[in-house]
């Protein structure tokens, strides 16, 4: 048991695995063993899972530590994806899960979308402190340049 506690603290396992399976076997369970399925929408699950997936191999690559802040980065990443956006890999998490909600008219996956990103608001806001204490002036630079989670918006 602890050590399913420890991989659901994970937060790819839980967006790409658990939620996933929870709101499918929820889906199943409210339409009596029936899938509403809208294919058309599932490509935004693999853009999602792309995006999370490439843009921490680049981030990886470019600034060193591991693909969490459990192991943060050495140096300032502000090329390729993270020149657009400062969260690209927790903005893939969110694209994902709206593909999850729309691919099975889930109101379950549309709060856990929600919660997801009411939480990765707060990370990411937690993570921008310890970033500029680690990373300075080019960070704090960067921060005013490049906008927290959608290109020109916010």
């Known amino acids: 048991m602890h050590g399913l506690v420890k991989l659901l603290r994970r937060t790819p396992v839980r967006t790409f695995v658990f939620y ?16 509403r399925l809208e294919p058309i929408f599932l490509p935004l699950m693999l853009w999602g899972y792309l995006q999370y997936r490439l843009c921490g191999l680049y981030r990886i690559k470019r600034g060193g530590g591991g693909p969490g802040l459990e192991t943060p980065p050495e140096r300032l990443v502000a090329g390729g994806p993270y020149a657009y956006t ?10 994902y899960l709206t593909g999850l909600t729309l691919s099975f008219h889930s109101l379950l996956a549309a709060a856990i979308t929600l919660v997801t990103a009411i939480w990765f608001h707060r990370r990411v806001v937690a993570d921008e402190e310890r970033l500029a204490v680690r990373l300075g002036e080019p960070y704090q630079h960067y921060c005013a340049s490049v906008k927290r989670w959608l290109p020109g918006l916010f």
């Open 20 to 35: 996933p399976l929870i709101t499918i076997a929820w889906e199943l369970a409210v339409n009596r063993g029936a899938l």
């Open 86 to 95: 400062r969260n690209p890999m927790y903005l893939g998490h969110l694209i």
